[in-house]
């Protein structure tokens, strides 16, 4: 399909001599380390991301409480097997870190030799309308993008990081397999990418604020759901549910259309249900470390995290002072 030269094209990260100023040097050390080891075979990859998981789980306490607190409420689960669960989720972010890698540094070949299952693939072929397809925040997410990628042309969104070199290298990475992307600052923008016929990918399942959400049931209990997906619903575009869960390691491509609804509450009930019922499939490869009940109207379910809202007030302040 044919577009416009300025509607559809990657921006090229900007390059800049404040990304090698000091406070970014430990970074780039470990941006350099990561690419090293993104070289050692998968199953070694996947061992040393199970290491470090555990490490993680140990360091980050409050981290441990918001994904414990979320399983137990979303899982209703308890006890022991809470705490195991908890653990496994750990050791999969572990093993994301290196997910990641591989998706921004890996051949082509090298990501076709890993095990991959792709069911229903003919709702995202041949489309001559554009699609909506929304994705879930797994723990492998970065290489659901690039699994995804092998098989269609896609176009998506993504968030500014607030580390200006993390953020040049996820974009400069993405590039090489993201045939177009938007920040999440430009929504409009995406609307006309996907009304002139694109695949674009949109992760709908956390609390992106109350001004933006619609308070609606995720695993039983009220929670700030994005409306942003339900405008295409009313308006009869297609929406299909692209999931990519690890099953003995295999990654399981598995999409699902979602039925067009021009009641809001109605679509949004049947977008979270189709989140929860992906989430039961790979329970331990969800990001649940998301705060997804912060908006919670009677109050937060989270303790409270000083160091967390003194980095977020004095990254405000910045912002505003620029």
Not at 14 to 32: A, C, D, E, M, R
Not at 226 to 235: R, S
Not at 258 to 266: A, R, S
Not at 270 to 288: A, D, R, S, T, V
Request: with cysteine; charged share 30%; hydrophobic share 40%.
């Amino acid at each position: 399909m044919n577009h416009p030269n300025n509607l559809l094209k990657n921006k090229d990260p900007q390059f800049s001599v404040n990304l090698f100023s000091p406070k970014n040097i430990i970074t780039w050390l470990g941006v350099i380390f990561l690419r090293l080891l993104s070289m050692l075979p998968y199953k070694i990859l996947m061992r040393i991301g199970n290491s470090t998981g555990n490490l993680i789980y140990k360091a980050s306490p409050h981290r441990k409480e918001i994904s414990r607190t979320n399983i137990n409420r979303c899982l209703d689960i308890e006890g022991e097997i809470l705490e195991k669960v908890v653990r496994l989720n750990f050791q999969a972010v572990g093993r994301g870190i290196f997910e990641m890698a591989l998706a921004w540094w890996a051949s082509d070949y090298r990501i076709k030799k890993l095990d991959t299952k792709l069911i229903n693939g003919d709702l995202l072929r041949n489309q001559e309308t554009g699609v909506l397809v929304l994705i879930k925040h797994s723990t492998h997410l970065e290489l659901d993008l690039r699994l995804l990628s092998q098989f269609f042309n896609l176009t998506g969104m993504y968030k500014i990081q607030t580390n200006d070199v993390i953020n040049y290298v996820m974009i400069k990475a993405r590039n090489n397999y993201i045939k177009g992307s938007l920040t999440n600052k430009e929504a409009l923008k995406a609307i006309r990418w996907i009304r002139s016929g694109e695949i674009f990918l949109y992760a709908a399942d956390q609390d992106y604020g109350s001004k933006v959400s619609r308070m609606i049931p995720f695993f039983g209990y009220d929670a700030a759901t994005v409306t942003f997906p339900a405008l295409f619903a009313n308006k009869n575009i297609k929406i299909v549910f692209a999931d990519v869960s690890k099953v003995e390691d295999v990654y399981e491509i598995e999409l699902h259309e979602l039925e067009n609804e021009k009641d809001e509450e109605v679509f949004l009930t049947q977008m979270n249900k189709h989140y929860e019922k992906f989430i039961k499939k790979e329970p331990e490869g969800y990001l649940w470390m998301h705060r997804r009940f912060k908006s919670n109207p009677e109050g937060s379910i989270y303790s409270p995290w000083a160091r967390r809202e003194k980095k977020r007030k004095k990254r405000r302040f910045e912002r505003e002072s620029n």
